[in-house]
């Protein structure tokens, strides 16, 4: 059975980064793309980028080249992503997703 | 960017009724494989979406019959049929042709 674990909420200040995880299990990691989808409250869904564990390669929407860092570690099945400078308009929950599985999502709170 | 417009915007549904929901791309969805990568979504309250349909017309693993997918190029739709409590929700398309992959705005079915 696939999961997609992602890590806990997050309380940020503005302007600072956070960096969340996703723990793949039930299929090989490396031999599929996962990628980020963010939703505001209340909002659709916007596609942030995509990696490809086993090369590493990645594959980004321009709006959001500069603000998400991806990444992944093989060796623990898990996928990250980091997001900087943030700001208020960062507010979202933010899923890891491979389209036919999801995670549970990850709500970051940009706050002072 | 491809657009993809939902609608409407929200349904009121009888239990045991039927519902109809279009999906229209600002372009064609047919890739140059030839293959058409436009995808259903439901998101139940508080949860993570759920793939209903793939590639227009196929229902994922475990979807019921009730949903079926139809259309080509830039039309598409979605019909629910019998309509049971479960099916409430947020609906959403995708698509996946060109890059980057983008959501429709939803679609939300309510009882009526």
């Known amino acids: 059975q696939v999961k997609l674990l992602q890590s806990g909420a997050a309380l940020v200040k503005p302007g600072a980064s956070v960096k969340m995880s996703c723990k793949a299990s039930?299929?090989?990691?490396?031999?599929?793309?996962v990628s980020w989808v963010k939703q505001s409250h209340g909002k659709s869904l916007e596609w942030i980028g995509e990696?490809?564990?086993?090369?590493?390669?990645?594959n980004f929407n321009e709006k959001f080249k500069g603000k998400a860092t991806l990444t992944v570690d093989k060796s623990t099945s898990t996928a990250y992503m980091e997001l900087s400078r943030l700001t208020s308009e960062d507010s979202a929950i933010y899923y890891c997703?491979?389209?036919?599985?999801w995670g549970q999502g990850t709500l970051v709170t940009v706050s002072s | 960017d491809v657009v993809l417009t939902q609608t409407p915007v929200s349904l009121l549904i009888s239990l045991g009724g039927q519902a109809s929901i279009s999906c229209r791309s600002s372009q064609s969805l047919v890739h140059s494989n030839g293959n058409t990568y436009l995808h259903w979504y439901l998101q139940k309250p508080g949860q993570s979406p759920q793939l209903l349909i793939y590639?227009?017309?196929n229902r994922f693993s475990g979807i019921p019959d009730r949903f079926s997918g139809s259309g080509s190029g830039t039309d598409f739709t979605l019909k629910i049929s019998r309509v049971e409590p479960e099916d409430l929700g947020v609906y959403y398309c995708l698509q996946r042709t060109h890059n980057p992959w983008t959501f429709g705005g939803g679609t939300k079915l309510e009882l009526k």
């Open positions: 590639q227009v017309s």
């Open positions: 990696i490809y564990p086993n090369s590493g390669a990645t």
């Open positions: 039930g299929y090989t990691f490396t031999d599929y793309w």
């Open positions: 997703t491979r389209f036919r599985d």
